[in-house]
Every structure is written in C-alpha cells, then in structure tokens.
Nanobody
Framework: QVQLVESGGGLVQPGGSLRLSCVASGTIFSINFMAWYRQAPGKQREMVAVILRDGRTNYVDSVEGRFTISRDNAENTVYLQMNSLKPEDTAVYYC?????????WGQGTQVTVSS
C-alpha cells in the first residue's frame, strides 16, 4: 500500500528553523513530483513548494529565499528546510506527491511559530 508519512513538525520561535521530511513507501515505479502544502486555520490549503522529476523547484512567493525543498531519490523522500520562520508560517503542513500517476497526501504535521 502506497502512503506518504511526514515528520519533523513542532514548535519553534520566530527566526528559528525546522526541517520536514516525507517518505513515500510501498511499491512505486515513478515519482512525477513531490510537494509541500500548508493550511492555516481559517485559510485555504496552499502549495508551498514543489520539486519535479527533473529537479526543478518552485515556491510560493511568501517563502522564497527562506524555504528549500529537496529530494532523496534513492529513499523516495522529500524534505522542506524552513529557515527564518515567521508566525504566519504556522499551519499544518502536508506532503503531496504524484506517484505512478496518482495523487497522494500525507496525514499532515503541525508547525507552530511562536514566542
């Protein structure tokens, strides 16, 4: 059974850093992209960052220069390094991936930025 499992969320002070991880497990033949989304209370879910099969990346403007998405192809894992965190980054972060042509979501991990 294919699934995405996230880890790495938590509470951090403004200006701090966190690294999220997402492992895609199960029988997987191709990964077309892996991405991170987030959803803050009362807001719509938004895409934060995506990494394509060829390694190209894209970010939402609000995290450009602060967040970095990367991927370990051998481990089917995607990371989100988050630096210079701000209170407005507080949200549940979800891993999303296109695996063999099907979209999968992780269960989400809470990130709270607060002093």
């Amino acid at each position: 059974q294919v699934q995405l499992v996230e880890s790495g969320g938590g509470l951090v002070q403004p200006g701090g850093s966190l690294r999220l991880s997402c492992v895609a497990s199960g029988t997987i033949f191709s990964i077309n992209f892996m991405a991170w989304y987030r959803q803050a209370p009362g807001k719509q879910r938004e895409m934060v960052a995506v990494i394509l099969r060829d390694g190209r990346t894209n970010y939402v403007d609000s995290v450009e220069g602060r967040f970095t998405i990367s991927r370990d192809n051998a481990e089917n894992t995607v990371y989100l390094q988050m630096n210079s965190l701000k209170p407005e980054d507080t949200a549940v972060y979800y891993c999303n991936a296109d695996l063999d042509g099907l979209r999968y979501w992780g269960q989400g991990t809470q990130v709270t930025v607060s002093s």
